[in-house]
C-alpha cells in the first residue's frame, strides 16, 4: 500500500531529527551536513505524506457520521470534497517518489552540428541555436557561447555554448540525437523541398572535483587562429587543441583572443565530454534503465523533424505532432516540447517502479 511506502521515507525522516541532535553529530561538521541536506530532499515527500496520512482520517471518520441522523447530510457534502483530493494527492506523491536524476540541477554545455544537407544543414543549426536561445531567454537563463565555426552561406557548422540557469539540464536533455529539417532552401528556383540533418549534444557542466585529468594525459596544441577575418585572427597563438590521449577526445577553441581563456573554455567542454561518456558507459550496464530513459543523449536515432511547408514539428519518440512549427522556434515555444517529453519519461517511470 502506499501509506507503508510513505511511512519508510517518516521514519529515516524521524531518525535523521535524532541524529542530527546528538552531540557526537553536532560536533562533525561534514557528517551534519550531510544528514541535513538528506533530510531536507525527504521534506517534501514527508510533508505530502502527513497530508495524505490526515486526509485518509478524515474521509473514515466523515464516512462513520454517515448513518448519523443530525450529521448524515453534512458528512455526505465534507466527502464530496474530501474524496476528490485523495486521487490528487496520491498522484503528487508519485511524481515525489520518481528517482531523481543526479544531472537535474547542472547547467549544460550543448554542441550542435551541421550533418547531412550542406549550407542548408548549417543554416539550421544557426536557426535551432537561435530557437535555443529565445527559449533560454523566455526561462531566464543566461547563454554563453564557447565556440563557434561559421559557415560561408549562414549559420554555423558548429556552434557549443554554456547553458546557465534554474533546471537547464532536466528541460533540455532531451534535445539530444539527430534533428531533420525540411524546407525549401533560398537558393532553390525549382521550390523543391530539401530534407538535411543536424546532430545535437547535451552534455552536463561538470565541477572540477568531479572529473579528474592528469596533465600527463593531455596533449595541448597552441596554434594560429584562423576564421572569417578580424583585427585578431592569423596575428597571435591564441587558438588551443587539446587532445585527450586515453580517449582520442579532441578539443579545439579559437573564439578568444586570450590563449589562457581559449584553454580554459576547452577545458571545460574536455571535461563534459568525459563525463558524458562515463555517464552513458553506467548506462549501458543497466539496459533496463537505459530503455527506461527518453533521450537523454541519444545520438544515434532521429529524434525530430521539423517541416516548414507544414509548419509542422514532429517528435518521434513520443509521436508527438504541433503544426506550430513557426511560433515554437521563433517565440521560445520549445516547451510544448519539452513538457509531453517529461510526462511521458515520468510515466514510463511510474510504471516501471510498480507506483
Known amino acids: 500500500m502506499l501509506s507503508d511506502k ?17 552531540p557526537d553529530i553536532t560536533s562533525d561538521i561534514k557528517r551534519m551536513t550531510e544528514l541535513s541536506k538528506e533530510q531536507a ?30 450529521m448524515g447530510d453534512m458528512a455526505k457534502e465534507e466527502l464530496k470534497e474530501l474524496e476528490p483530493r485523495k486521487p490528487e494527492i496520491e498522484e503528487e506523491i508519485k511524481m515525489l517518489l520518481l528517482p531523481k536524476d543526479p ?15 550542406g ?20 526561462r531566464g537563463w543566461k547563454i554563453e557561447l564557447i565556440s563557434t565555426s561559421p ?20 528541460r533540455l536533455k532531451y534535445e539530444g540525437g539527430i534533428h531533420r529539417v525540411q524546407r525549401v532552401p533560398a537558393t532553390e528556383s525549382q521550390g523543391r523541398v530539401h530534407t538535411s540533418a543536424i546532430t545535437v549534444a547535451i552534455m552536463a557542466e561538470v565541477d572540477d572535483v568531479e572529473i579528474t585529468i592528469e596533465d600527463k594525459d593531455l596533449k595541448i596544441d597552441v596554434m594560429r587562429s584562423s576564421g572569417c577575418g578580424g583585427q585578431s585572427v592569423n596575428t597571435t597563438d591564441s587558438a588551443v587543441r587539446i587532445t585527450h590521449l586515453p580517449t582520442g577526445l579532441v578539443v579545439t577553441n579559437q573564439d578568444q583572443k586570450s590563449q589562457h581563456k581559449n584553454k580554459d573554455k576547452a577545458m571545460k567542454v574536455l571535461k563534459a565530454r568525459l563525463y558524458d561518456l562515463e555517464m552513458h558507459a553506467q548506462q549501458s550496464e543497466n539496459a533496463a534503465e537505459r530503455a527506461a530513459q527518453v533521450g537523454t543523449g541519444d545520438r544515434s536515432g532521429r529524434i525530430r523533424t521539423y517541416n516548414y511547408p507544414q509548419n509542422r514539428m ?15 522556434m521563433s517565440g521560445g515555444l520549445l516547451d510544448e516540447v519539452v513538457e509531453p517529453l517529461i510526462a511521458d519519461h515520468q510515466a514510463k517511470i511510474v510504471e516501471a517502479a510498480g507506483l
Open 314 to 328: 514532429s517528435d518521434h519518440r513520443i509521436n508527438l505532432t504541433l503544426y506550430r512549427l513557426n511560433e515554437i
Open 41 to 70: 530532499s525527504l521534506l517534501p515527500i514527508v510533508d505530502k505524506a502527513n497530508e495524505y496520512k490526515t486526509l485518509i482520517s478524515d474521509i473514515q471518520e466523515t464516512k462513520e457520521m454517515l448513518g448519523d441522523a443530525e
Open 119 to 138: 549550407d542548408e544543414a548549417a543554416i539550421f543549426v544557426g536557426d535551432l541555436f537561435e530557437a535555443y536561445t529565445r527559449y533560454a531567454d523566455v
Open 103 to 117: 544531472n537535474d540541477d547542472r547547467n549544460i554545455i550543448v554542441e550542435l552540428r551541421a550533418g547531412a544537407g
Open 151 to 170: 559557415s560561408e552561406a549562414g549559420g554555423f557548422k558548429e556552434v557549443t555554448a554554456l547553458i546557465q540557469g534554474d533546471q537547464v539540464y532536466s
Open 6 to 22: 510513505l511511512q519508510v521515507f517518516i521514519a529515516r525522516y524521524d531518525e535523521l531529527s535524532d541524529l542530527l541532535s546528538s
